[in-house]
């Protein structure tokens, strides 16, 4: 188990896959280390490569306007994702290159001990929930492991893309706020 600067530093310099061969920077995450509420979603895209921060474009708005129904904010939560370095042309992250990341987000969550975990979309969903988890029939499902409540809403480009998805979104984030209650979560 790594503290927090030397989990950095090492993710900083990964080469244990290919994607460090075409990234600009790695996306470790943001936000508030003893975060009780963590949203984790699959990889950084373009402008989170660039940027070196997960979730700042279109799709990241959209995330703090969710975030903000539910009181939540880049300040009082944590935001990581999956693979730390951008796939080429956003495509899903290989399993292989998860594999070679999991232990930095493992880390992470060792360090945080969040109370509660939302999973960004479908790859985050079937790597941290179960890996035949169908997130257009089980998002806002929750489930408990090792004390820590988990569930999977969907992922904010897919919502940019979907407008329909957005009311059952709603629901899901309404879910939320009351798990926040529920467990006593500090936001």
């Known amino acids: 188990m790594f503290d927090w600067q030397n989990l950095e530093q090492v993710c900083m310099q ?6 460090c061969e075409t990234r600009n920077n790695v996306v470790f995450g943001v936000g ?3 975060a009780d509420v963590m949203f ?3 990889g950084p ?10 979730f700042v474009g279109p799709a990241g708005k959209l995330l703090d306007d969710m975030m903000s129904i539910i009181d939540l904010n880049r300040k009082n939560s944590y935001i990581a994702n999956i693979v730390k370095c951008r796939p080429p042309r956003n495509r899903d992250p290989l399993e292989t290159e998860q594999d070679a990341c999991i232990d930095y987000l493992r880390n992470q969550v060792a360090l945080i001990k969040p109370k509660i975990i939302v999973c960004l979309g479908r790859i985050a969903a079937m790597r941290l929930i179960r890996p035949d988890f169908r997130i257009t029939r089980e998002h806002g499902t929750w489930t408990e492991r090792n004390g820590i409540w988990i569930t999977a809403i969907y992922h904010p480009s897919a919502l ?3 407008v329909t ?3 059952e979104t709603f629901d899901d984030l309404l879910s939320i706020r009351e798990k926040i209650r529920e467990t006593g979560a500090k936001v």
């Open 14 to 19: 990964c080469t244990k896959c290919g994607l």
């Open 32 to 34: 508030l280390r003893e």
């Open 40 to 42: 984790i979603g699959e």
């Open 45 to 54: 895209g373009e402008q989170e490569d660039l940027k070196g921060e997960p």
């Open 160 to 162: 940019l893309r979907d």
């Open 165 to 167: 998805k957005r009311p």
